[in-house]
């Protein structure tokens, strides 16, 4: 079965305890095309045992249920049925909501003020490989990495100045002639802004202008509509500019080109350009 728009109906079930909103959901999506929604589940172990008998594209997953919560439920899902994605649909966006969610397999994440439009687009992108994070859960992840750098960094910190006051020979990162400065590292995971982790910078890639644009306005975490309302352009041409810079920088989703963004310095948390 295919949707209007020539993409494969996604089968989709529904976890959620709390039985007005489960038939909310259901009803909700069984307005869009591109969705059919196969099963609903009042726990974690009721989606885990749907998810055996009727293998959906995608389980939309609440997190706090009785039995087996959201996070153990996911863990199982993605553990025993692969083909199956989990995208977390709560009322949490905590971290300790967020972080486990996402180490236990879920690709997507969204908060339940999201849109039948903004579910569709999530499942879509399960679906086809890449992560279906509202952009608040974008943001979010991209302080995570700064804080986690900037811990690091002060974390060799430590260490360099621990190895001068030990008068150790073999200070990790020490520069040949005595010059006093101290690479802060070689791996990608440690350059900062403005450095070259990774692939090369924006120019170096061939990123036109109009693409930097777009790649800084996706960093900062607005949506295809906003970006082309910003720029006044048509969503078609927002995502063609996407999927031009995606392949040009060798991203897949829209959290890694966060990432890119963050590390080539084109933006500062939380989302201001670089001038």
């Not at 709390?18 to 909700?28: D, N, T």
């Not at 949490?92 to 486990?100: E, G, I, Q, T, W």
């Not at 339940?112 to 994070?133: C, M, S, Y």
């Amino acid at each position: 079965m295919s949707a209007a728009g020539g993409d494969r109906v996604a089968r989709v079930v529904v976890a959620d305890d709390q039985a007005v909103v489960r038939e909310g959901i259901v009803m909700l999506l069984g307005l869009l095309p591109g969705i059919e929604v196969v099963g609903s589940a009042r726990d974690g172990e009721e989606a885990v045992a749907l998810t055996a008998e009727l293998g959906p594209d995608v389980v939309l997953m609440d997190l706090r249920m009785p039995r087996c919560d959201g996070v153990e439920a996911t863990r199982r899902i993605r553990e025993r049925h692969p083909g199956t994605e989990v995208v977390v649909l709560t009322t949490y966006a905590d971290d300790d909501s967020l972080f486990p969610a996402l180490r236990a397999g879920a690709r997507g994440y969204l908060t339940k003020d999201a849109g039948g439009e903004d579910i569709e687009r999530a499942v879509r992108d399960v679906i086809d490989g890449r992560a279906g994070l509202s952009p608040s859960v974008q943001r979010r992840l991209l302080e995570r990495l700064i804080e986690e750098r900037d811990h690091q960094e002060h974390r060799d910190h430590q260490e360099r100045w621990a190895g001068r006051e030990t008068g150790g020979g073999s200070r990790r990162g020490a520069v040949a002639g005595g010059d006093s400065r101290v690479c802060l590292g070689s791996s990608d995971e440690s350059v900062g802004p403005g450095g070259t982790g990774g692939s090369g910078g924006p120019g170096d890639v061939g990123l036109t202008e109009r693409e930097t644009e777009v790649l800084v306005l996706v960093a900062d975490g607005l949506s295809n509509a906003e970006i082309a309302g910003r720029l006044r352009i048509s969503t078609a041409t927002v995502k063609t500019h996407i999927n031009n810079l995606f392949a040009k920088i060798g991203v897949r989703d829209r959290a890694q080109a966060v990432r890119y963004a963050y590390q080539h310095g084109l933006v500062r948390p939380p989302g201001r350009r670089v001038t």
